[in-house]
């Protein structure tokens, strides 16, 4: 098993910067892809970034492109969203998650999830 706690969400203008923490607990973190995932109010969760087990390649959802970055630190097992030039339309929950077969596969761990809200 994996757990996994997501921090640092919160409210921010239109333009602003927040910064998403993932601390994981349990099985081992360092050889995993990580991801992050969001849901928006009356939509489905869809997959926000990910970065593999040793940061050498990082995936994008196309709109969070040149916006959002998305870093780990093995030795202290978390992984990080940086997210800059903040949108309306980024307000949703969002949940760290841990691949246990890799990118083609849906995570099998999930965290339970941190409200950002971004006001116009």
């Known amino acids: 098993q994996v757990q996994l706690v997501e921090s640092g969400g919160g409210l921010v203008q239109a333009g602003g910067s927040l910064r998403l923490s993932c601390a994981a607990s349990?099985?081992?973190?360092?050889?995993?892809?990580m991801g992050w995932f969001r849901q928006a109010p009356g939509k489905e969760r869809e997959f926000v970034a990910a970065?593999?087990?040793?940061?050498?390649?990082?995936y994008y959802k196309d709109s969070v492109k040149g916006r959002f970055t998305v870093s780990r630190d093995n030795a202290k097992s978390t992984v990080d969203l940086q997210m800059n030039s903040l949108k309306p339309e980024d307000t949703a929950v969002y949940y760290c998650?841990?691949?246990?077969?890799?990118?083609?596969?849906?995570?099998?761990?999930w965290g339970q999830g941190t409200q950002v809200t971004v006001s116009s």
């Open positions: 349990g099985r081992t973190f360092s050889g995993r892809v």
């Open positions: 998650a841990a691949y246990q077969y890799g990118l083609g596969s849906d995570p099998n761990y």
């Open positions: 970065i593999t087990w040793n940061g050498g390649n990082t």
